[in-house]
Antibody, heavy 120, light 109 residues
Framework: QVQLVESGGGVVQPGRSLRLSCAAS????????MHWVRQAPGKGLEWVAV????????YYADSVKGRFTISRDNSKSTVYLQMNSLRAEDTAIYYC?????????????WGQGTLVTVSS | DIQMTQSPSSLSASVGDRVTITCRAS??????LAWYQQKPGKVPKLLIY???TLQSGVPSRFSGSGSGTDFTLTIGSLQPEDVATYYC???????????FGQGTKVEIK
């Protein structure tokens, strides 16, 4: 079965960096685009970034553009989110999600999430 | 930017009631819309994609409709296990971007 397991969250000071990982299994990782989605405590969902199946195309939400970098290692079936210049408003649970390959892409599997807290 | 407005923000209904949640786009988005369910303390779950296609394994009491600017998620007969927050999500292709609605919290009366 499909499994997505995030790691790397924690407490970090404003302005510092953190790298999240998402290890995937149970499907052909090299076939699917992968996403990061976040949810601030008690708030709604916010899409963060996507990386194409081959890692060649990456897109970001305006709120993280220039600070966050998404990447993937297909040999390890892992997707990453490098987060730099972190701000208090980046505090959230970060989920990785697999893209459903249809005409209108949606997210059919989600990890359990990893909590990032930005605080001094 | 195309804005999404989801309504209501919360609702309370009885078991067996028909429940409708609406998502409205500020411009036409074809059928580029999905619906998700997030139960308290749980991970979001895909219910509907392409506005009206039921994801595999999702109960048939859930249905989606609409195209263009107005979209609806309907729960045909509300069950206790449907207590959750529901989100719409739009997809824009140029550049690729996904935007969630504000969410609708559904409770049992």
């Amino acid at each position: 079965q499909v499994q997505l397991v995030e790691s790397g969250g924690g407490v970090v000071q404003p302005g510092r960096s953190l790298r999240l990982s998402c290890a995937a299994s149970g499907f052909t990782f090299t076939t699917y685009a992968m996403h990061w989605v976040r949810q601030a405590p008690g708030k709604g969902l916010e899409w963060v970034a996507v990386v194409s199946y081959d890692g060649n195309n990456k897109y970001y939400a305006d709120s993280v553009k220039g600070r966050f970098t998404i990447s993937r290692d297909n040999s390890k079936s892992t997707v990453y989110l490098q987060m730099n210049s972190l701000r208090a408003e980046d505090t959230a649970i970060y989920y990785c999600a697999k893209e459903l390959v249809v005409v209108v892409p949606a997210f059919d599997y989600w990890g359990q999430g990893t909590l990032v807290t930005v605080s001094s | 930017d195309i804005q999404m407005t989801q309504s209501p923000s919360s609702l309370s209904a009885s078991v067996g009631d028909r429940v409708t949640i609406t998502c409205r786009a500020s411009q036409g988005i074809n059928n580029y819309l999905a619906w998700y369910q997030q139960k308290p303390g749980k991970v979001p779950k895909l219910l509907i994609y392409a506005a009206s296609t039921l994801q595999s394994g999702v109960p048939s009491r859930f249905s989606g409709s609409g195209s263009g600017t107005d979209f609806t998620l309907t729960i045909g007969s509300l069950q206790p296990e449907d207590v959750a927050t529901y989100y719409c999500q739009k997809y824009s292709s140029v550049p690729p971007e996904w935007t969630f609605g504000q969410g609708t919290k559904v409770e049992i009366k």
